[in-house]
């Protein structure tokens, strides 16, 4: 892996939370389009390090490594500096990165607050702050991940759609606060991934039921829509693009 300073000439874009899951499969989309990569991860050192590593064997300087807990203010205008120390450039924020639990009325206490605030709402506002006047250079993009339950809520997860709510306003704020010259807009992902920790085999199936399209989403085709809101979507800003499958159609 290349941590030396270059002056990329592809298009260089941040994506948080990239070790995992849906993070993973957009860097591996955007890296595949051919972009310079800086991957963010809290946690998952050895899945970033296999990442990247096939990254590299790819397109050799092609991607750094920022580890971060994103509740640490200080450390998020710190991922922009050292992306653009890095690259020499930045052209995308894919704020991906999201904390997800359970808060049901009743038991909810303020650091649970606090840590799903951080996360889905507080991290991507000021890091999108940071990035902005070089993302105004490049007359680049933001790509905020949230959630259809940020418009419709979810039972014993009150917390979390208000976060997520956060980011949707935030997302239609920054594209009014940095147009022309950065386009901001937001995937909501419908049932691509469940939880880890998630059994009741019936629960999805009434899922799938209310599902236009009858099926599980991927996350590549959560990071098509990522990869096409960045670079393709020239004359849209403000939206959120709900990719799940027609279920928000159905109510």
Not at 14 to 29: E, F, K, P
Not at 198 to 203: H, S, W
Request: include cysteine; aromatic fraction near 6%; hydrophobic fraction near 45%.
């Amino acid at each position: 892996m290349h941590n030396e300073a270059t002056q990329s000439t592809r298009p260089v874009v941040l994506v948080t939370g990239a070790a995992r899951r849906i993070g993973a499969a957009i860097t591996q989309v955007l890296h595949a389009a051919g972009c310079d990569l800086a991957l963010h991860y809290r946690d998952s050192r050895a899945d970033i390090d296999a990442l990247s590593q096939t990254f590299e064997r790819a397109r050799p300087g092609s991607v750094m490594t920022l580890q971060a807990d994103l509740a640490e203010f200080d450390r998020l205008p710190e991922l922009i500096a050292r992306t653009v120390g890095r690259f020499g450039r930045l052209d995308g924020l894919v704020n991906n990165a999201s904390g997800f639990h359970p808060t049901p009325l009743g038991s909810v206490t303020p650091a649970q607050w606090d840590d799903l605030f951080a996360s889905n709402a507080r991290a991507p506002f000021f890091l999108a702050q940071a990035a902005a006047p070089h993302l105004r250079a490049t007359h680049g993009a933001i790509v905020n991940l949230v959630d259809i339950y940020a418009e419709r809520p979810l039972r014993e997860h009150s917390v979390y759609c208000m976060a997520k709510a956060a980011l949707v306003m935030a997302t239609r704020s920054l594209a009014l606060e940095l147009g022309p010259d950065v386009r901001v807009n937001a995937v909501a992902p419908g049932a691509i991934l469940w939880p880890q920790d998630e059994t009741d085999a019936a629960a999805r199936d009434a899922m799938l039921a209310r599902t236009p399209l009858g099926r599980v989403g991927t996350p590549t085709e959560i990071a098509e829509a990522v990869r096409w809101l960045l670079f393709d979507a020239h004359y849209c800003t403000g939206q959120i693009i709900a990719v799940d499958g027609g279920r928000t159609v159905t109510g």
